[in-house]
């Protein structure tokens, strides 16, 4: 099956400081990226929508600014967290559609997840 | 708008007894509608999904689920609950678009008894 690589899984960082975490799509070119974020014993919330090439959409309540996104291939989207606080500390899961199956009845592969904690 | 609804946070089972896990979505077209497993710090793995055809769908690790239009449902179920299956379970309903992002259900998470 399709796999999608999140690197780092785990990191751990200083308040202030910012953190890079990586997706790519290992054998398949996804255009679209998500990323989701997990509070402990709680479900995904959709943090935005990835397009390569394109800005990435935010959903409510997510600060663009805060959460960069960057969809720069077809394999590779980042999320970077800027001048992260231990409020930012949550399980970062991103996931991709392979292109080839198509709409929304493809399935979603997802990431292993990195966990930030934030001190 | 779609949402997912499932009931119950928490179930627990004995060791080789049925599994049910419940998922009530809400959707103005069509869904496409999935079963996720998540292991603790893991990802989450595609149980099954239903597209479109045969509405009982079986997937991985003898789990299935039947696509109920008129109850709006799409349960889960095993017939007989193995150790290795204590996890926590999403179920999601996407809409007919390719960037159309999933939309999860809160989870429920299964604890098998020995």
């Known amino acids: 099956g399709a796999v999608v690589s999140q690197h780092p899984s785990r990191v751990i960082c200083k308040s202030g400081t910012s953190v890079k975490i990586e997706c790519r799509s290992l054998?398949?070119?996804?255009?679209?990226m998500f990323w989701y974020r997990q509070f402990p014993k709680q479900s995904l919330m959709l943090m935005a929508t990835s397009n390569e090439g394109s800005k990435a959409t935010y959903e409510q309540g997510v600060e663009k600014d805060k959460f960069l996104i960057n969809h720069a291939s077809l394999t590779l989207s980042t999320l970077t967290v800027t001048s992260a606080h231990p409020e930012d500390s949550s399980f970062y899961i991103c996931?991709?559609?392979?292109?080839?199956?198509?709409?929304?009845?493809?399935?979603?592969?997802f990431g292993e997840g990195s966990r930030l904690t934030v001190l | 708008a779609q949402s997912v609804t499932q009931l119950g946070s928490h179930v627990s089972v004995s060791e080789g007894a049925l599994v049910l896990l419940r998922c009530n979505y809400s959707s103005s077209v069509p869904p496409y509608l999935f079963w996720y497993v998540q292991y603790p710090n893991q990802g989450l793995q595609l149980l099954l999904k239903y597209t479109t055809g045969a509405t009982l769908v079986k997937g991985i690790n003898g789990f299935e689920a039947e696509f109920k239009k008129s109850e709006t449902s799409f349960h889960l179920t095993k017939p007989s609950a193995h150790m290795s299956d204590a996890a926590e379970y999403f179920c999601?309903?996407?809409?007919?678009?390719?960037?159309?992002?999933?939309?999860f259900g809160k989870g429920t998470r299964l604890s098998v008894i020995a």
């Open positions: 999601a309903v996407s809409g007919l678009s390719g960037n159309t992002p999933l939309v």
């Open positions: 054998d398949f070119q996804a255009t679209t």
């Open positions: 996931s991709a559609r392979d292109r080839s199956r198509g709409g929304g009845s493809g399935e979603l592969f």
